[in-house]
């Protein structure tokens, strides 16, 4: 893949609406931790996630429960202080699963579904019932 420093540099891109950008991008680095990349005016900011990246465009459409932006993280009891802290709805409470992850889920203040994990342990597919394809 060619390198274009106007573009993310992460293969999948997710792009969520807001009414306003500008307030979406402080919003979310205050409650989850994720920063901004690249301003284009006020109608598109590209955020980091980490190493992950996604894309605040411009628009009033309102989210539905059809998707969520899943951000892998390195303290999920620390993230989710932070984002209760900051306001925003959890759906569920940090919870260790069998597949070796700790994990939550917020809604933001418009509406998006976000889940936060934490790798807890390297955990074989096929101890909890997953079939191993191609990893």
């Known amino acids: 893949m060619r390198y274009n420093r106007s573009v993310p540099p992460c293969p999948v891109i997710p792009v969520l609406r807001y009414p306003d950008p500008a307030a979406?991008?402080?919003?979310?680095?205050?409650?989850?931790?994720?920063?901004v990349r690249l301003r284009i005016a006020n109608h598109r900011i590209q955020m980091r996630?980490?190493?992950?990246?996604?894309?605040?465009?411009?628009?009033?459409?309102?989210?539905?429960?059809?998707?969520?932006?899943q951000v892998r993280i390195e303290d999920a009891?620390?993230?989710?202080?932070?984002?209760?802290?900051?306001?925003?709805?959890?759906?569920?409470?940090?919870?260790d699963?069998?597949?070796?992850e700790r994990q939550y889920a917020a809604e933001d203040f418009h509406g998006h579904t976000w889940d936060f994990t934490e790798t807890l342990a390297d955990v074989e597919p096929e101890s909890w019932g997953g079939t191993s394809v191609n990893l």
């Open 97 to 100: 699963h069998e597949y070796g």
């Open 49 to 69: 996630a980490g190493e992950g990246c996604f894309t605040i465009a411009e628009g009033n459409v309102m989210p539905n429960r059809s998707a969520m932006v």
């Open 24 to 35: 979406a991008a402080e919003w979310l680095a205050r409650a989850f931790g994720f920063t």
């Open 77 to 95: 009891q620390a993230h989710y202080n932070r984002a209760r802290a900051a306001g925003a709805k959890i759906l569920s409470e940090p919870t």
